[in-house]
């Protein structure tokens, strides 16, 4: 099976202020994966996730050189809001704004221009059936969405980034703060989104990795020390610094 | 056990004697104003009657009423808010959302801090030169809604700053992430959640507007000026200066009439700030967080 390359980033290099937080990472993302990146804190598995929409931007003090292809073109070609509406994002504690269900899912279609009603009720309904949310909210779209519990705002949040039909959708810790029942939900959907979305899953949760994605790779301090088949890479890894972490001998 | 006992005993007597100290200095700060409040709604209440708010002064003002003066204060209001509201907010938006963080931001936000203490009657004087003489608008209802205006700015400009500020970061960065823009996030993301902080700061600066004298004394205030006025060229009698005609100008005033229009005019101030609060909780409610 020859996979298409949908991210590939080139001699990339990413710095806040005077400390460097990307090396040089050189790598593919295949369409319709799910990428799992693991690594311990502050190895820049974040820092990759938010360099793909160009959020770290908004920290002043960021600086980035090398190349980040996505689709084809470098990403600098893109224009921001073009970009994040392709390449989603789910935060690591779930962001809903204070408004009704209905509403957060309504901003991204509003934003980019949709706003006759019954086109945004067929985006909403959609984005919450994908995301596993549309059964328990369904009856109770007007009230806030801050009323939900953690495990349903987080897939609140991943129904609101599909409501603006990205390509690719970006997953920052989705679940750490999440109970286990919450989190299989929110894995079930990502197993799910894989049929029409490709998907990137930062975690701390090496166990988490094992279990939903295909392809995973090991970040330390900055570098990428080695990327492949989930299953290989859990257990026969090359590098000795990847088997030390994954059974836990560090980090 | 005894020994601890006597500790935690002590503990709490100690937080006892601290809450009321803090409840007394309170007390002592709230009495002034309510026995101002009580003093004159004692002495002036019996004179504000229907006819009072609705009549032209007479009788070298020691008769008749005030409604040329509550008409013309609220003229003014309206005026300053017209220009200091879109002013203040934009340039708060703008500090706040678009500005470089460098020198020159860091001097003008300092600026406006300092600027919120400048004396009133400074900005009379440079209203007076600026609009009243050099653009010749005269001493008219223009000159002294842009000198109020002015003098507002600054309050409107931090109380703005501060609401946007205090948005979590997490509301921006969502919107910037579901693809829309800066203006967008600004717009739908950003003020909606700061109206609450922006009207109580924005009704805050109109309140001292309403009451200042200084600022219009040479710039729009009328001696006595029994007609309204027909256009932002006309001059208009204004409470806090007519009060202050009656007070010292007037001999033999009867003092009720004075502490009436005290009241008249802390009434007007009420009732903004009671429109404000009603908008704030409305607010409130529509978004919490």
Request: aromatic share 8%; proline share 4%; with cysteine.
């Amino acid at each position: 099976m020859v996979a298409e390359v949908v991210i590939k980033t080139v001699s990339l290099k990413c710095s806040f202020a005077e400390t460097t937080a990307i090396k040089n990472l050189n790598m593919e993302v295949y369409s319709n994966e799910i990428l799992g990146i693991i690594g311990p804190a502050n190895s820049g598995k974040t820092t990759f996730l938010r360099a793909l929409n160009r959020l770290n931007y908004l920290n002043v003090s960021y600086s980035q050189t090398g190349e980040i292809i996505f689709e084809g073109r470098d990403i600098k070609q893109i224009n921001d809001s073009t970009l994040r509406k392709k390449i989603g994002i789910i935060f690591a504690l779930p962001q809903v704004l204070p408004i009704s269900i209905f509403d957060n899912i309504a901003y991204g279609p509003k934003v980019h221009g949709i706003t006759k009603k019954s086109v945004v009720k067929g985006i909403v309904e959609n984005a919450l059936q994908k995301a596993y949310l549309w059964d328990e909210v369904k009856d109770r779209l007007s009230t806030s969405a801050t009323r939900l519990s953690g495990g349903q705002q987080q897939r609140l949040c991943i129904a609101r980034t599909l409501a603006v039909e990205p390509d690719v959708i970006l997953y920052d810790e989705p679940c750490s703060g999440l109970d286990p029942i919450s989190t299989a939900k929110v894995e079930d959907a990502m197993r799910e989104l894989k049929k029409n979305y490709t998907q990137i899953l930062v975690t701390n949760n090496t166990k988490q990795a094992a279990r939903v994605t295909e392809r995973c790779g090991f970040f330390l301090m900055g570098e990428l020390v080695e990327i492949d088949e989930t299953k290989k890479l859990f257990t026969n890894p090359e590098d000795k610094r990847t088997d030390d972490y994954i059974t836990g001998r560090f980090g | 056990m005894l020994a601890k006992g006597e500790k935690m005993n002590t503990a709490r007597i100690r937080e006892k004697v601290a809450f009321t100290v803090l409840g007394l200095i309170t007390l002592l700060v709230v009495l002034p104003i309510v026995l101002t409040i009580v003093y004159m709604i004692k002495n002036g209440a019996g004179a504000v009657t229907w006819e009072f708010l609705t009549q032209s002064p007479r009788n070298g003002m020691k008769e008749g009423g005030i409604f040329p003066a509550i008409v013309g204060t609220i003229i003014l209001i309206i005026g300053t808010m017209l220009f200091s509201l879109p002013l203040g907010i934009l340039s708060a938006i703008y500090l706040v959302e678009y500005a470089k963080d460098n020198l020159f931001t860091r001097l003008i936000k300092l600026s406006v801090v300092n600027l919120s203490g400048i004396p009133s009657i400074v900005y009379g004087l440079f209203g007076f030169t600026l609009f009243v003489m050099v653009l010749k608008f005269g001493t008219s209802i223009l000159a002294g809604s842009l000198t109020l205006a002015i003098m507002s700015l600054p309050v409107v400009i931090t109380a703005t700053k501060e609401a946007l500020e205090s948005v979590p970061a997490s509301f921006r960065e969502i919107s910037l992430s579901l693809g829309a823009t800066k203006w967008q996030t600004i717009r739908y993301c950003v003020l909606p959640y700061s109206i609450p902080g922006i009207l109580t700061g924005t009704v805050l600066s109109l309140s001292r507007a309403a009451g200042e004298t200084a600022p219009i004394l040479f710039t729009v205030a009328a001696f006595y000026l029994p007609r309204l006025p027909r256009s932002v060229f006309d001059q208009v009698m204004a409470l806090p200066y007519h009060l202050y005609v009656i007070s010292t100008q007037v001999p033999n005033m009867p003092a009720k009439l004075s502490f009436a229009t005290g009241l008249v005019l802390i009434g007007l101030v009420f009732l903004m700030n009671l429109v404000s609060i009603i908008l704030r909780a409305h607010y409130r409610k529509k978004r919490q967080w």
